[in-house]
Every structure is written in structure tokens, then in C-alpha cells.
């Protein structure tokens, strides 16, 4: 036989073929590297469609055409729907996802995420912008409560934390690409740009694996069996997983309403939804959203658009450090130092514009004129050094978030929710968070307008030190643990090993 050989028999469906490796086991690695990767390209588009009126916000206020010049009723709009939209995504998750499968329900996201940027690349109306804004949120919802999870369930302990921040990392990625191309690129080229990842999702999906999870609770255990030997390799111990899963399996059985009073199911339920719901009360995304707006606002020396890209950029250094260290230094403490870096940030940023607001109420403008600022008005005070302190500020504020509260969110949540709850529940995480999300971007700039900068850095600061105390007093440290053992942790109360001949027996003939 070959070095190369087909996974399986005749008349079962193929993924590819392994190479086949005695001695060197990481080589299985690659096509696990290879099905993250597919998957997370999901993430790509949604960061880039999540951030994409900040550069666009600009362009609209100078549009010949009457019928896309926003004011700020619209603007608040045009930045919010999108929320919305990912709510209604993640809605539909939570009777979809564990009935349609992770990876198929990963692919129909592409769906509404091509048709929504068709429609606002060729709008002539506002109404056409929000349509398009409200179906690549749908898109964003869909991916964020399946991407997690899948890559998770395909994912062994010793690179779960590393492979977990993946989807947070490729988001940044996204956003990053968005600001870059917004530099040279008009609005509705950027529109065009967005459909390419979700292109290439769709048809490298088309060859990778279910989730092996996924295919043993819905009883095909031949599936499960060769998705396990695709993603780790044939020389190793796979069975032994399997066991482990379909052992974890009969234990749960299926979920009915009476189990959401046990331990076990609700405890990593509240704990998911409470940090989804945190994560955005810190305002994370009307701050990525207005990234530009909120520069102007500001004046600080460089100009907005470079600042946002600027930010972008240690955004993305951010997460790849957080994603080096998640397996090491663990979860909770990448928290604990997020919330102080958060917090910090969030003050000095709100310190600083209550100061500039009580000092030069008559030089600065409110934000329904500032997208409409000249040049010459963003370099206001380019020979003043503290008009680096919000540039700075936000920077850490992106850099803090990046580090624990934007990845570890989507990466516990994926390892702590119950599997045979895992579909219904991130997406209930997803809709609070995109809820949550929608609230404070569509009230955001109003506030700003109405009170100044300084009001929502001011709650941003308390939130996040809310985060700090949740992160000590909720959530366990899963760091190297199997999705088993997590379970375990729950159903037994705080103790991760699994006394497997227990289990054993416990499991149904």
C-alpha cells in the first residue's frame, strides 16, 4: 500500500487522506490547522462587516447622491442594525445549530452575508444599506455561536486554547482589513471586498469534517469514527476519544426542561451568558464601530482614519499574544489582566474628555458635525502632546480587550456549555450579546451628542471592573482540561477528574 490512503471504504464518505505516521503525530495536526482554518474564515467576514461603517460613516457624509447623506439618527442606524442582525442569527442557532450539524450550518451563513453586501454595493437608498447591514448581521450572528463550538468539539485539550482564540484572531484580521482597504478603497468596493472570504469559506468547508461530537449524538457512529481519524491521524489513540465522547454522550442523554434545574446545565449556562453579556457592557463595539467619529471627536494629531487602522494593528498583536499565552498562563488570569487594562483605559479615556468638555465647551463640536470636520479641524492642537492621550487610551482599551474578554469569551463559552446543550445555548449567548450590543450602538452617539464622550467611558469603567470581580468569583480555570472533564467539573461540583469505571457504569447498556 502507499504512504497516502483513502480514509474510507467504499461507500463511506470521504474527507481526503492522511498520511500515514508512526512516529510523528503532529503531523495530524495539519489537517486540524487546515479545518480551523476553513471554519474561522467565517470570523474574517464577520469582523469586517462588524467594523465596516467606521470607514464607510465618512465616505456617506460627502455622497453626491441625497439619498445616502446620513444624519445621525441614520448613522446610529446604519451602525446598529447589524446587531440586529447578528441577534436574529444567533436566534436561529438555537433551533438550527444541533439539528442541522456545526459545519452546515457554518456554510449556510454565507447565504445571507453574499446577498447583504450585493445589496448595499449596488444601494440607492438608506433602506438598501440597512437591508444589506442587517443580513451580513445575520451572517455574523450565525458564524459566532457555530464557529466556537466547532472548532472546539474538533480540537484536542493541548491545543484548544491556542486553536480557541482563532476565531477572536481572524475577526481582528478582519476588522484590520477593513480599515486598511477603507484607506484607498471607496464603500462600495468595500462591499465587494467582503464577499471574497466568504467565498473561499464556503468551498474549503465543502471538504472538511463534521464535527465528531456532532455525528456521535446524532448516532452515526461510522462518521464520527473516520472525522476522528482525519483530524488526528490514524496512529493515534482516536478510539479512546471516541470512547470518551460516547461515554460523555450517554451520560447527558438528551436535554429536557426538568435538567435546566441541575448544577451541570445551568451553572455553565449563566456563567456563558453573563460573560457574552459583559464582554459587551465594556462597549466594545460602539467604540470599533465609531472608531473614526470617536478620533474626531477628539482631535487627536493623526488623522482618524489612520488612527483607527493604527488601532487595528495592535488589536491584532494583541489577540496573537493572547493566543500564545491562553495555553500557559490560562484563562482566568488573561481575564483578570484584560478587566485591569480595561479598566484603566476606559478611565483615563473618560477623565480626559470630561476634562477637555468642562475646559473648551466652545471649540468642540457635537458628533452629528464632527463626521463632517475638515483636516484641519482633526489636527486641531497638533502641537499639544495630550491629544495623544485618547489615541493612546483606545489603544489600550483594544489591546486589553483583545488579550482575555474578546477571545477567552468565545473559547469558554464553547468549552463549559453542556454538549447536549451546546447548540441551543451559544446561541442564546449569542443573542444576548448581539441584544446587549445593539442597545449601546444605537444609543451611543446619541449620548455622546446629548452629554460628551466622557458619560459612556464613564459606565465602560465601572463594567469592567464588575468584570473583574465575576472572572474571581464565576468562572473555573479549564486550562489543558478535556470537554469531559469540564462536564465533569459541573455534574460533580468543582472536580475535574473523571473515575471512568463510574461512568462506565453508569453509562446505559
Same mark, same amino acid.
Given at each position: 500500500?502507499?504512504?497516502?490512503?483513502?480514509?474510507?471504504?467504499?461507500?463511506?464518505?470521504?474527507?481526503?487522506?492522511?498520511?500515514?505516521?508512526?512516529?510523528?503525530?503532529?503531523?495530524?495536526?495539519?489537517?486540524?490547522?487546515?479545518?480551523?482554518?476553513?471554519?474561522?474564515?467565517?470570523?474574517?467576514?464577520?469582523?469586517?462587516?462588524?467594523?465596516?461603517?467606521?470607514?464607510?460613516?465618512?465616505?456617506?457624509?460627502?455622497?453626491?447622491?441625497?439619498?445616502?447623506?446620513?444624519?445621525?439618527?441614520?448613522?446610529?442606524?446604519?451602525?446598529?442594525?447589524?446587531?440586529?442582525?447578528?441577534?436574529?442569527?444567533?436566534?436561529?442557532?438555537?433551533?438550527?445549530?444541533?439539528?442541522?450539524?456545526?459545519?452546515?450550518?457554518?456554510?449556510?451563513?454565507?447565504?445571507?452575508?453574499?446577498?447583504?453586501?450585493?445589496?448595499?454595493?449596488?444601494?440607492?437608498?438608506?433602506? $438598501?444599506?440597512?437591508?444589506? @447591514? %442587517? &443580513?451580513?448581521?445575520?451572517?455574523? !450572528?450565525?458564524? *459566532?455561536?457555530?464557529?466556537? =463550538?466547532?472548532?472546539?468539539?474538533?480540537?484536542?485539550?493541548?491545543?484548544?486554547?491556542?486553536?480557541?482564540?482563532?476565531?477572536?484572531?481572524?475577526?481582528?484580521?478582519?476588522?484590520?482589513?477593513?480599515?486598511?482597504?477603507?484607506?484607498?478603497?471607496?464603500?462600495?468596493?468595500?462591499?465587494?471586498?467582503?464577499?471574497?472570504?466568504?467565498?473561499?469559506?464556503?468551498?474549503?468547508?465543502?471538504? $472538511?469534517?463534521?464535527?465528531? @461530537? %456532532? &455525528?456521535?449524538?446524532?448516532?452515526? !457512529?461510522?462518521? *464520527?469514527?473516520?472525522?476522528? =481519524?482525519?483530524?488526528?491521524?490514524?496512529?493515534?489513540?482516536?478510539?479512546?476519544?471516541?470512547?470518551?465522547?460516547?461515554?460523555?454522550?450517554?451520560?447527558?442523554?438528551?436535554?429536557?426542561?426538568?435538567?435546566?434545574?441541575?448544577?451541570?446545565?445551568?451553572?455553565?449556562?449563566?456563567?456563558?451568558?453573563?460573560?457574552?453579556?459583559?464582554?459587551?457592557?465594556?462597549?466594545?463595539?460602539?467604540?470599533?464601530?465609531?472608531?473614526?467619529?470617536?478620533?474626531?471627536?477628539?482631535?487627536?494629531?493623526?488623522? *482618524?482614519?489612520?488612527?483607527?487602522?493604527?488601532?487595528?494593528?495592535?488589536?491584532?498583536?494583541?489577540?496573537?499574544?493572547?493566543?500564545?499565552?491562553?495555553?500557559?498562563?490560562?484563562?482566568?488570569?488573561?481575564?483578570?489582566?484584560?478587566?485591569?487594562?480595561?479598566?484603566?483605559?476606559?478611565?483615563?479615556?473618560?477623565?480626559?474628555?470630561?476634562?477637555?468638555?468642562?475646559?473648551?465647551?466652545?471649540?468642540?463640536?457635537?458628533?452629528?458635525?464632527?463626521?463632517?470636520?475638515?483636516?484641519?479641524?482633526?489636527?486641531?492642537?497638533?502641537?499639544?502632546?495630550?491629544?495623544?492621550?485618547?489615541?493612546?487610551?483606545?489603544?489600550?482599551?483594544?489591546?486589553?480587550?483583545?488579550?482575555?474578554?474578546?477571545?477567552?469569551?468565545?473559547?469558554?463559552?464553547?468549552?463549559?456549555?453542556?454538549?447536549?446543550?451546546?447548540?441551543?445555548?451559544?446561541?442564546?449567548?449569542?443573542?444576548?450579546?448581539?441584544?446587549?450590543?445593539?442597545?449601546?450602538?444605537?444609543?451611543?452617539?446619541?449620548?455622546?451628542?446629548?452629554?460628551?464622550?466622557?458619560?459612556?467611558?464613564?459606565?465602560?469603567?465601572?463594567?469592567?471592573?464588575?468584570?473583574?470581580?465575576?472572572?474571581?468569583?464565576?468562572?473555573?480555570?479549564?486550562?489543558?482540561?478535556?470537554?469531559?472533564?469540564?462536564?465533569?467539573?459541573?455534574?460533580?461540583?468543582?472536580?475535574?477528574?473523571?473515575?471512568?469505571?463510574?461512568?462506565?457504569?453508569?453509562?446505559?447498556?
Amino acid at each position: 500500500m502507499g504512504d497516502n490512503q483513502p480514509l474510507l471504504s467504499s461507500g463511506r464518505r470521504q474527507y481526503g487522506t492522511v498520511p500515514q505516521t508512526e512516529n510523528n503525530p503532529s503531523t495530524s495536526n495539519k489537517w486540524l490547522y487546515l479545518a480551523v482554518f476553513s471554519a474561522v474564515l467565517g470570523n474574517f467576514n464577520f469582523g469586517y462587516s462588524m467594523v465596516y461603517p467606521s470607514s464607510v460613516i465618512p465616505q456617506m457624509q460627502n455622497s453626491p447622491n441625497s439619498n445616502l447623506k446620513l444624519n445621525i439618527d441614520q448613522i446610529s442606524w446604519f451602525g446598529s442594525i447589524f446587531t440586529l442582525g447578528a441577534a436574529s442569527g444567533g436566534l436561529s442557532s438555537m433551533l438550527l445549530n444541533d439539528r442541522l450539524g456545526r459545519k452546515l450550518w457554518i456554510m449556510l451563513s454565507a447565504v445571507p452575508s453574499v446577498v447583504g453586501y450585493a445589496i448595499m454595493a449596488a444601494a440607492q437608498n438608506f433602506w $438598501m444599506l440597512l437591508l444589506g @447591514r %442587517f &443580513l451580513t448581521g445575520v451572517a455574523g !450572528g450565525i458564524t *459566532a455561536s457555530s464557529i466556537p =463550538v466547532y472548532v472546539s468539539e474538533i480540537s484536542n485539550p493541548k491545543l484548544r486554547g491556542r486553536l480557541g482564540s482563532c476565531p477572536q484572531m481572524t475577526a481582528v484580521f478582519g476588522s484590520l482589513a477593513l480599515y486598511a482597504l477603507g484607506l484607498a478603497l471607496p464603500w462600495r468596493w468595500l462591499a465587494v471586498a467582503g464577499e471574497v472570504p466568504t467565498f473561499i469559506m464556503l468551498i474549503l468547508l465543502c471538504f $472538511m469534517p463534521e464535527s465528531p @461530537r %456532532f &455525528l456521535i449524538s446524532k448516532n452515526k !457512529g461510522e462518521e *464520527a469514527e473516520q472525522s476522528l =481519524v482525519w483530524l488526528r491521524g490514524k496512529s493515534s489513540d482516536y478510539m479512546r476519544e471516541y470512547k470518551s465522547i460516547e461515554r460523555s454522550l450517554n451520560l447527558q442523554g438528551k436535554l429536557s426542561w426538568s435538567e435546566l434545574r441541575s448544577p451541570r446545565v445551568y451553572k455553565p449556562i449563566l456563567i456563558s451568558v453573563g460573560m457574552r453579556f459583559l464582554q459587551q457592557m465594556t462597549g466594545i463595539t460602539p467604540i470599533l464601530v465609531y472608531l473614526e467619529p470617536i478620533f474626531k471627536q477628539t482631535k487627536v494629531i493623526l488623522p *482618524a482614519q489612520f488612527d483607527a487602522a493604527l488601532v487595528g494593528a495592535v488589536r491584532l498583536i494583541s489577540v496573537s499574544i493572547s493566543a500564545s499565552c491562553m495555553d500557559k498562563a490560562g484563562r482566568k488570569i488573561l481575564l483578570f489582566v484584560s478587566s485591569l487594562l480595561m479598566f484603566l483605559s476606559t478611565l483615563s479615556m473618560g477623565l480626559y474628555t470630561d476634562l477637555i468638555q468642562s475646559h473648551h465647551n466652545a471649540s468642540l463640536v457635537n458628533m452629528s458635525s464632527v463626521v463632517n470636520s475638515t483636516q484641519s479641524d482633526v489636527l486641531y492642537g497638533v502641537n499639544n502632546p495630550l491629544t495623544l492621550i485618547p489615541l493612546i487610551s483606545t489603544m489600550v482599551i483594544i489591546f486589553g480587550y483583545a488579550m482575555g474578554w474578546g477571545p477567552i469569551t468565545w473559547l469558554l463559552m464553547s468549552e463549559i456549555l453542556p454538549l447536549n446543550a451546546r447548540g441551543v445555548a451559544s446561541g442564546l449567548c449569542v443573542l444576548v450579546s448581539w441584544v446587549t450590543a445593539f442597545i449601546l450602538t444605537q444609543l451611543f452617539m446619541k449620548v455622546v451628542d446629548a452629554y460628551g464622550l466622557f458619560v459612556p467611558f464613564f459606565f465602560f469603567t465601572a463594567v469592567c471592573f464588575m468584570n473583574f470581580i465575576f472572572t474571581a468569583l464565576c468562572v473555573p480555570e479549564t486550562k489543558g482540561r478535556s470537554l469531559e472533564e469540564i462536564e465533569n467539573y459541573f455534574r460533580t461540583g468543582r472536580k475535574f477528574t473523571i473515575n471512568e469505571s463510574h461512568a462506565d457504569a453508569a453509562s446505559p447498556s
